[in-house]
């Protein structure tokens, strides 16, 4: 069992930037992989981010790419988000999420195991 918390989300103005950190509790961090996606009122969960084990691969939702940058530190049991150049329709609940695979499906909801219970990301225009 892998727990995932999110944290750092907050009310920001478009143009700026934000951190989302994302802490992993329980079994070993470093072999899962680790996705971000968010969800907004009356629309589906969709893909923002992933990164696998090592670090070594990512993948980004068309929307977000070039904007926005996951990380991961094993050694903290954390991986971050960070979001530059935001605007209004980044507005969503952010959540996190824990796989034991890396694969090709890494952009569906469906592929992760674990889920945090997601964090607010406003962005005022």
């Known amino acids: 069992q892998v727990r995932v918390v999110e944290s750092g989300g907050g009310l920001v103005q478009a143009g700026d930037s934000l951190r989302l950190s994302c802490g992993a509790s329980?079994?070993?961090?470093?072999?899962?992989?680790m996705g971000w996606f968010r969800q907004a009122p009356g629309k589906k969960r969709e893909f923002v981010a992933a990164i696998s084990w090592s670090g070594g691969s990512t993948d980004y939702g068309d929307s977000v790419k070039g904007r926005f940058a996951i990380s991961r530190d094993n050694g903290a049991n954390t991986v971050y988000l960070q979001m530059n150049s935001l605007k209004p329709e980044d507005t969503a609940v952010y959540y996190c999420?824990?796989?034991?695979?890396?694969?090709?499906?890494?952009?569906?909801?469906?592929?992760?195991?674990?889920w945090g219970q997601g964090t607010q990301v406003t962005v005022a225009s």
């Open positions: 329980g079994r070993a961090f470093a072999p899962y992989a």
């Open positions: 999420a824990a796989d034991s695979r890396w694969g090709a499906k890494m952009d569906r909801p469906e592929t992760y195991e674990y």
